[in-house]
């Protein structure tokens, strides 16, 4: 049960407000003070889930109260609930820590503030329990590479170290503090060009393997060295920059045998664990393998690679045993906390407009590495007249990875996918993913997207997976109003997956639009570069800016506004965060690079759908001045814009 410090010394309000909880279905035991000593003392051993708070007490105020509270336990929500809170003291309170207030005279507010404080601090709990699982994953991955008897080395697109681990100082001489952020030192002039083309081949999103290299070590001596580059994906799965490892190989040709037995005992061993997981039942089964086999593979190539005895195939295999696998794991938990979030109803949308091509087209890259690998062709039939919708851009990329990728997955090698995008009676847009793989057996048909199933063992365990990801789809389609279907003709004839999304207009306010404007923002002839990807959303910014009197510059791409930037230096910089290609943040990056002179300093606005707090401090800490949050708010940009056009940045 709820454990609620209520820190109140009138009696009628204590009684009114444990009334008015009780009624609103808050179950709850109520500690009840009003002295500072007995808060205090109470807060040490009661733990409470909320505390309430009046504003006037006997012997101190509520923002005492919060302050204490901030010292002893501040992850505990906190309202304050007077009568004598006027405006001043509430946004005093709001600044240093408290959840929400709520006046007496408007009590009918107490139990939805409530609610939803207690519903924020559970999910804030949530959160950091997954934060802590990912930073011991991320500390897991760490030890790993550090272990490594291969040179690992990460490089962005500059060629600058980004990492460098220890079998990289053992192999060169440098020690990572003297490389960390410069320039790649090893590649003398000679061998210069070769390695300049494979590492951007590896930009462009291929994998180069074992290629022979004369590099130089810290003394200026020649190392013979068997390299592999691989492209690096940040978190939007762009490429942001390139992973290299590195071998010495002098001595390779003499352990090649052992390291041969070595790998033949391993994948015995594993072959004999996979069969033992094969036994347990149904979803609990299914997930403790699915969970535990990354984290196996993981450690029995570590194991293996700390021995030092894998022969240089074996070795770039475990590495990419390693980082596919703790992706693996990661999509898991990902997966089941979206059915969480599924089963409580709390799995919502963010409704932008979304460039249905785009996102297929890039949907598409992020998986043809694996079509490639098996020799699978990938054919793109789209209906570019079916441009842009209403819909959540993050979650139906997530639909169409699931789909692609699991044509991918069923279709064998030299077989092809068919995707397709067409308008259908005008109000939806169809997308067809057509795969030549194995099919579904027509009495499993029924069962495809119900959760947790799958075709039949042995498809379970030669594919792996919770079973999760078309039931994850289907819900995430239904919440954009739309439909998921399945055909197929039997096994070994192919399936046909069907998604219809409803086309609903981009439609802005008119009369926000139309409605006369404050005269203070008076933007008479200030030169405002406006960056943002999606042509609607740009045309409204424009619109209003120039009804105040702006000059605008437009930008589609980062990349564009760079090219302006050269020939212009305007007054402020309006940008979107999420952009193709370049995002808000690596464009300020190259703007803040800029001498003071040539538009170094200019004041810039992060005007994006990303509206978390710490989505605001990443963009004030990327160089943006300000960050305002879509839906667009006309009077809070144009008050923005204001404050911009009279300051530079230091």
Avoid at 32 to 51: A, G, W, Y
Avoid at 564 to 588: A, C, H, Q, W
């Amino acid at each position: 049960m709820l454990k609620i410090l209520l820190l109140e010394d009138d009696l009628v309000d204590r009684e009114l407000i444990q009334t008015l909880l009780i009624k609103g279905g808050i179950e709850a035991e109520f500690t009840c003070v009003n002295r500072c000593s007995e808060f205090e003392e109470v807060l040490k051993t009661l733990f409470p889930d909320l505390i309430l708070s009046d504003y006037v007490l006997p012997s101190f105020d509520g923002i005492a109260a919060l302050e204490i509270a901030q010292q002893i336990c501040p992850e505990v929500p906190f309202i304050m609930v007077s009568g004598m809170l006027g405006e001043e003291r509430a946004i005093e309170a709001l600044k240093q820590g408290a959840t929400d207030y709520v006046l007496k005279q408007r009590l009918e507010r107490l139990v939805p503030s409530v609610k939803r404080a207690l519903r924020e601090s559970q999910e804030r709990q949530e959160r950091l329990r997954v934060e802590e699982a990912l930073r011991q994953t991320d500390d897991l991955l760490k030890a790993i590479v550090d272990a490594s008897p291969v040179a690992i080395i990460t490089l962005n697109l500059e060629k600058k170290v980004i990492t460098w681990n220890i079998a990289a100082e053992r192999i060169y001489g440098w020690q990572s503090q003297e490389v960390i952020d410069q320039l790649l030192p090893l590649i003398p002039p000679e061998e210069d060009e070769q390695f300049n083309r494979l590492f951007q081949q590896a930009l462009q999103n291929y994998t180069r393997t074992n290629y022979e290299f004369q590099h130089r070590g810290k003394n200026n001596d020649l190392i013979e060295i068997s390299i592999s580059l691989a492209p690096l994906h940040n978190a939007e799965g762009n490429v942001c920059g390139v992973v290299m490892t590195a071998v010495d190989i002098t001595t390779r040709k003499r352990i090649e045998a052992e390291r041969f037995n070595l790998l033949q005992r391993e994948q015995s061993a594993r072959a004999e664990a996979e069969a033992a997981n094969r036994i347990k039942d149904e979803f609990l089964a299914v997930l403790s393998h699915e969970l535990r086999t990354p984290l196996n593979s993981i450690l029995g190539w570590i194991t293996l690679i700390q021995r030092g005895k894998l022969n240089q195939t074996t070795l770039e295999q475990a590495l990419e045993v390693i980082e596919r696998n703790a992706s693996i794991q990661t999509q898991l938990i990902e997966d089941l906390l979206d059915i969480s979030r599924i089963s409580r109803g709390q799995l919502n949308l963010n409704i932008n407009s979304v460039n249905l091509v785009e996102l297929i087209q890039t949907t598409v890259d992020t998986v043809r590495p694996a079509a490639e690998a098996k020799s699978i062709a990938i054919e793109l039939i789209l209906d570019h007249r079916i441009n842009i919708i209403s819909g959540d851009g993050n979650r139906l990329q997530q639909v169409f990875w699931n789909l692609f990728s699991n044509a991918i997955k069923f279709t064998p090698k030299e077989g092809s996918v068919t995707i397709k995008l067409n308008k259908v009676e005008d109000s939806y847009a169809q997308i067809k993913v057509i795969d030549s793989g194995i099919g579904i057996e027509p009495n499993f048909l029924p069962y495809v997207f119900e959760y947790f199933r799958q075709a039949d063992a042995s498809t379970t365990r030669s594919q792996g997976g919770l079973g999760l990801g078309l039931a994850i789809s289907r819900h995430l389609v239904e919440l954009h109003g739309g439909t998921i279907d399945v055909e197929s003709e039997g096994k070994g004839k192919g399936s046909v997956f069907i998604v219809m999304l409803p086309i609903r207009p981009i439609q802005f306010d008119q009369d926000q639009i139309d409605k006369p404007i404050n005269n203070e923002f008076n933007l008479q002839d200030l030169n405002i570069m406006v960056v943002e990807d999606q042509a609607d959303a740009r045309e409204l910014i424009r619109l209003v800016l120039e009804q105040q009197g702006a000059k605008v510059s437009e930008a589609s791409s980062g990349q564009e506004a760079w090219e302006i930037l050269k020939e212009f230096t305007p007054d402020v910089i309006i940008s979107d965060i999420g952009m193709p290609d370049e995002n808000g943040y690596s464009l300020l990056k190259r703007v803040r690079s800029l001498p003071k002179d040539k538009g170094g300093n200019i004041p810039a606005l992060a005007l994006t759908a990303y509206t978390k707090e710490e989505d605001r401090q990443q963009a004030i800490k990327a160089g943006f001045q300000m960050h305002l949050a879509k839906p667009l708010d006309i009077t809070a940009l144009l008050k923005a814009v204001s404050q911009l056009s009279s300051v530079k940045t230091q």
